[in-house]
C-alpha cells in the first residue's frame, strides 16, 4: 500500500504542470489538494461544492484536483507533502502539527475553547486570529487561506459513556495533541492513528471508540454501525479545519484570484444557512463583545507558544535565555 501511495504520488507530481495556457490566454493554476474526508461524508461534499465554487468564480483561471480520504499520503503529512511539492493545498487540520509546534492547537483544536462556531471564528476575525495563525504557517512555507468549522464533536463508543468514570481504560482513536493529554487524565487509554483507519480499528476490537469528527461525518465513516454509542452535544472538541495552500501558489495564486479564493472559503464554509451577511451581523453582535478579553488572552497565549518554538535560528546563549524564561513563567 505504501509503494502503491508513493508511486500514485511520483506520478500525479510528474504529470502535473504547474500552470497551463487555457483557450482565451489566461494562465490555468493547477491545485492538488487532499483532505482526509471521504467524498460520503458531509464535509466531503462540501469540499466538492467549494472546489466547483472556485473554478467557477476564477473564470476558470483556477484547477483543482481533489484527492479525498488522504489517497495521496496520510493525513499527518499532507502539510508536509503541500510544503514540499508532492500536493499544493492542505484541507486537513492544524491539530495534525502539534507535533512541530504546539500552537498549532491554537489554530487547530482549542479543546473546550469555545461554545460554538460563532465564537472562535469571533477571535479569527475579529481578534487577531488570521494573522496570527498565517505568521505560524508562513514558518514552514505554506500560507493560511481560512477554516471550516463542521460544529462540536461527538464520540463513538461500542460502550456507554454516562460519567467520567466511564472513561477508565477506555481506549479510543484520538488525534494528536491536546486530546490525548485531556482523555488520558480522565483514565481513557487514547491511540493516535490516521482518519482513514478509524472503521477498520473499530471493526477489529483494536479499540473501543473514537474521538473522530461530529455526528454527520461519523455517520458517513460508518462508525455508528459499530459504535452505538454516542453522546451530544458533544462536550470536548469543535476543531476548525483548515485550507492552507503552499506559497508557491501562495504569491502566484493568490495575487490574482484572493477574493474570490478567499471569500468563497469564508462563505462555503460556514455550517449555518443563514445568509453571509445575517451570519456576520449575528457574530459581531452575540459573540466580539462577550469573548473580546478571552480573545485577547487567546492570542496572547498564541503568541508566546510560537515565540517558545521558533528559536531554531538563535544563539545557544539566547536558547539557555528563553529556557529560563519559560520556566519562571511556569512556576509563578
Known sequence: MKLLKTVASIAVVAAMAATSAVADGHATTKLRIQTHFSPETLSGKMAAKYIEDIQAMSNGEIQVEMFYSSSVVKSVETFDAAATGILDCDMTGSGYQTGKNPAFQFAGDLLGGYLNPYQQMAWLLHGGGRDAVNNLHNGYDMEFVGWWIPGPESLASTKPIRTAADFKDWKFRSPPGLATKVFAALGASPIVMDFNEIFTALETGIIDGADAANLTNNVGLGLYDIAEHTNYPGFHSMPADHLAVTKRFGMQCL?????????????????????????????????????????????????????????????SRQRQKQRHFWRATSAS
Open 255 to 315: 495575487r490574482t484570484t484572493r477574493r474570490s479564493w478567499k471569500s468563497q472559503w469564508t462563505a462555503s464554509r460556514c455550517t449555518t444557512r443563514q445568509s453571509t451577511k445575517s451570519r456576520t451581523h449575528r457574530l459581531q453582535k452575540i459573540c466580539a463583545p462577550k469573548a473580546s478579553i478571552f480573545m485577547s488572552g487567546h492570542l496572547k497565549i498564541f503568541r508566546h507558544t510560537v515565540t517558545r518554538f521558533r528559536s531554531a535560528g538563535q544563539s
